[in-house]
């Protein structure tokens, strides 16, 4: 009888640790839930909440300066033609900063709707896969683009490749 009791007993603590597993595990489950949402609706660029930084780099012959969202994660890569600006977004958009030569990103075979001149500049925009890019050539061989851009989030890019200003680097720069 001591024997059924101690078998009885093992199986309720066999099965209130089930239950309390599972409840716990509802309870992670549901957390982890709620910080996926959160970190979701973080991840997009709110025009209502969104801080600008000024951001100087040297590329060959120019200095860039543009006005860009934050946050982002910035990633230099020279090479013996040219140097690449690799500026990365929360919403997955990015934005390259280039001088130089013998070098095609993805983005140049991309189809434009539409294509204008202004300036010195020749911008040509389009979609690809339901995402917005922009090819800024400039008459001194300096290209910027922007790729894989929400529509929400449309303006706020344009913005920055719209406002981008560049001075001429001296020698001894």
Known sequence: ????????????????????FLRHSFVHVMATLALMCVLLCCSTISNEHL?????HQKLLSKEVTMKLPKPFHR?????EEGVIYFYHFVDSAYIIVFQGSMMEFSIDKYQSKMVERKGERKTSVGVENNRYWRKD??????????????????A????VLDE??????????
């Open 137 to 154: 050539v400039y008459s001194d061989g300096v290209r910027v683009y922007y790729d894989h851009v929400p529509k929400r989030n449309k």
């Open 51 to 55: 801080f600008f930084v000024q951001e």
């Open 156 to 159: 706020v890019y344009d913005k």
């Open 164 to 173: 981008i200003a560049f001075r001429q680097l001296r020698r001894d720069e």
């Open 75 to 79: 990633q230099k890569e020279n090479y």
């Open 1 to 20: 009888m001591a024997h059924v009791m101690a078998a009885q007993s093992s199986n309720r603590f066999t099965f209130s640790s089930i239950c309390l």
